[in-house]
């Protein structure tokens, strides 16, 4: 896996983490877009992967569903580690 693959891979861990935690924590995209001030058509753009979002709308997204963006991206980096020794 070349370092630019690893990224994508990391990069999309961390985009179906946040999902999934929204998910766990019941919190629709419409709360989580009026919480992070984006728009519910760039949440779920971002979550469909049809977006790659900037550190700071990942950040916000981050803070409307209560979870810290660093413990996501380790658990992301783990993810893809697994994925890559696979």
């Known amino acids: ?6 990224h994508d891979v990391i990069a999309a861990n ?3 983490l946040l999902r999934e935690e929204r998910e766990k924590r019941k ?3 419409n709360v989580v877009a009026q919480r992070s001030g984006l728009s519910h058509s760039i949440v779920s753009l971002i979550e469909r992967d049809l977006r790659n979002p900037t550190l700071d709308t990942l950040l916000r997204i981050a803070g409307a569903i209560g979870i810290d963006l660093g413990e996501i991206i380790t658990r992301a980096g ?5 994925q890559r020794a696979k």
């Open 78 to 82: 783990k993810l893809a580690a697994k």
């Open 1 to 6: 896996m070349s370092k630019n693959n690893l």
């Open 27 to 29: 919190l629709s995209m």
């Open 14 to 16: 961390v985009v179906r």
